[in-house]
């Protein structure tokens, strides 16, 4: 997943989490795909995989666009360990029928309702190794965000997508909801014939008039990963094995933008081996995507808001590629351990970008990550959880979402960018390498995780290296390379002669030297921007840059921040504009923070979220309620 999301203080859920899990502690790692089959407790999840296993899905369901319903039968094959039962998560599905697999029904009971769901447990005779749920899903399916046309690009037809990570497949899935449990999977979808369902697994390119998809999925994943998606799709290749499906009227444009997917897989298996995932493609979601991409398996959900018009904002791609190796084929097993994810991924994708497009751009994108970072510890130094600044996370009792912040993904590349100046590329390439090989298809813990490194490198090559105070300490390390960039440096220079003598004298805006700045160098001309802008100046800005015309998210989001900060009014309506149709959760905070800093910022900020919250993901919508303790619309 991409998403850089700022801390904010969570209110309430805390206590329901507790109780419900604590009482049961489970413990499960490197489930039985020949993995050992001993366990790590996964505060998050009900299932016992110490007892009885998932190895196999096999989905059958019907995608009931009209009345936003899931309905259909989900049968396991399990691989049993001791015990009588199975248990799986669910939440808010309604469980009709379970059967054995002699057809005969069994015995089943759904426990307490919970924050983290409801546990189904289901009774097994012995020999019993197969379980059949029929379900539907309801109201609360926190995964699934239904789109009326009117919220869709076309406006035509209806659109559906699911959003798993962290712990949200169990709202459209009884399944065992654990990053430590991988299984393969292979699902039958029928929907509305008008529209095409694609899922992470071998996908159609084209639609069929029966509106009758088959999925496999051969490799075993864990469950946020099963993903689907279902519209008005439309698919066109960019390579061999690389494609683009996306509305009608965008898949022209978006398969332009990311003409260099087919480069970025040969980039990234240069580096750490072979993709074992067949083919990569991407779908471009509606704008009410909360992320910038999640990395399903095979097909990578994206923002739209990452067609710039200029393909500068396609690292974002080289990071859900990069998955496919980080995350997707080594695992973390609890999202106590999400760092394993991200902070490898975030590495991964520099490298393939420097690849790509050379030194400055990476060094432009590590100081952006870097001023994020700092941004965040301190936002969670001051908040209730100061711990949270720790890679390995202690996340029992909360909702896993808690634990994505920028401190595993940007803290996490710090340190791995710390590892590869103490050994050198050449070791640490090989290290990766040997990594990505030995633990594939597996989920592991940050302590696997450091046994391995000590092992694999830090031993042999004699490195003293703090690590134990990287992973578990809170902050940021005095070892920590602090990243410049030559390109910054030159946006500097042309920020003092704009700001020297502000407001009344400076460098007007049109004879700055500009010439050449690509988003990233405008995005840190804007953030750093002096404070106090006069109406005037802002004005200034915007004739000779066009910052509020722009159509490039990032610059665009950069700047409304700014106006907010300056109480710019002429930019209100196209704050408005954005705040409704873009529901990516990384630029809705920065957005409404600014604007709840100021009473008068609150009240525009509930008046502009009383329209545009029914466009937003569950997602989102959590992060926004609590950021503005949402009340729900004034009457
Ligand atoms: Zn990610």
């Not at 669910?90 to 059967?99: A, D, M, P, Q």
């Not at 401190?407 to 070791?427: F, H, M, N, Q, T």
């Not at 989001?557 to 990384?586: H, I, M, S």
Request: aromatic share 10%; glycine share 8%; net charge negative.
């Amino acid at each position: 997943m991409n998403h850089i999301l700022r801390f904010i203080p969570i209110l309430c859920t805390c206590v329901a989490f507790a109780a419900c899990v604590q009482a049961d502690p489970v413990r499960h790692m490197a489930d039985g795909h020949g993995g050992a089959s001993h366990y790590t407790m996964d505060p998050h999840s009900f299932a016992r995989p110490d007892e009885a296993v998932a190895t196999h899905l096999n989905l059958d369901i019907h995608v009931d666009m009209g009345r936003q319903r899931i309905h259909g039968t989900a049968t396991y094959d399990l691989k049993r360990q001791s015990g009588d039962s199975v248990v799986f998560d669910t939440y808010g599905l309604s469980i009709e029928k379970v059967t054995l697999g002699d057809g005969s029904e069994a015995k089943h009971a759904l426990g307490d309702s919970s924050s983290m769901g409801r546990a189904l447990k289901v009774a097994l005779p012995p020999g019993a190794n197969k379980v059949a749920i029929t379900y539907s899903t309801g109201p609360e399916a926190k995964a699934l965000q239904w789109l009326s046309p009117g919220q869709t690009k076309d406006k035509q037809h209806p659109f559906l997508f699911t959003q798993g990570e962290a712990a949200l497949t169990r709202s459209w899935i009884p399944i065992q909801d654990s990053p430590g449990i991988r299984i393969t999977y292979d699902a039958h979808v029928t929907v509305p014939q008008e529209l095409m369902a694609v899922m992470s697994a071998t996908n159609p390119q084209e639609r069929n008039s029966e509106g009758s998809y088959r999925f496999r999925m051969d490799k075993p994943i864990p469950s946020y990963l099963i993903a689907l998606a279902v519209g008005d799709i439309h698919f066109k290749a960019t390579g061999n094995r690389t494609g683009v499906y996306a509305e009608r009227s965008m898949v022209d444009t978006a398969a332009w933008e990311l003409a260099d997917m087919e480069k970025m897989v040969e980039a990234a298996e240069a580096l750490y081996g072979p993709y074992r995932w067949g083919r990569y493609d991407v779908i471009i979601l509606p704008p009410s995507f909360p992320f910038g991409g999640m990395e399903n398996p095979c097909l990578t959900f994206a923002t739209p808001t990452i067609i710039a018009g200029d393909r500068t904002l396609t690292s974002l791609i080289a990071h859900e590629l990069a998955h496919s190796w980080s995350g997707n084929l080594v695992t973390n097993a609890t999202w106590n351990d999400f760092w394993l994810n991200e902070g490898f991924t975030v590495y991964f994708e520099h490298r393939i970008t420097e690849a790509l497009y050379g030194k400055d751009y990476n060094d432009m994108t590590t100081v952006l990550g870097y001023q994020d970072l700092l941004k965040t510890i301190a936002e969670i130094d001051s908040g209730k959880h100061p711990e949270d600044s720790a890679l390995h996370l202690d996340l029992a009792g909360r909702d896993p979402d808690d634990g994505m912040t920028d401190v595993a993904y940007e803290k996490g590349y710090a340190l791995l960018r710390l590892i590869e100046s103490k050994v050198g590329r050449p070791d640490f390439d090989a290290f990766l390498r040997g990594y990505f090989d030995h633990f594939a298809f597996q989920s592991i813990t940050t302590d696997t995780f450091k046994a391995y490194i000590r092992k694999e490198l830090l031993g042999p090559k004699q490195v003293d290296l703090n690590l134990d105070e990287w992973i578990d300490k809170p902050g940021l390390p005095a070892n920590v390379l602090v990243p410049t960039s030559e390109k910054f440096a030159e946006v500097d220079k042309e920020l003092s002669r704009w700001s020297t003598g502000a407001p009344a004298k400076g460098t007007p805006a049109k004879l700055l030297n500009t010439q050449g700045w690509n988003t990233f160098q405008w995005m840190h001309f804007l953030r750093h921007l002096p404070p106090g802008e006069t109406p005037a100046r802002m004005d200034e800005l915007d004739a000779a840059f066009h910052f509020s015309a722009s159509g490039n998210s990032e610059i665009l989001a950069a700047w409304l921040e700014q106006c907010v900060k300056n109480n710019y009014q002429k930019a209100f309506p196209k704050l408005d504009e954005f705040l409704t149709t873009v529901g990516r959760r990384k630029f809705l905070i920065p957005l409404y923070q600014a604007l709840i800093a100021t009473k008068e910022g609150r009240e525009r900020a509930l008046e502009i979220y009383a329209h545009a919250r029914p466009n937003y993901h569950s997602v989102s919508v959590r992060t926004i309620d609590d950021l503005l303790q949402w009340k729900g619309p004034r009457s």
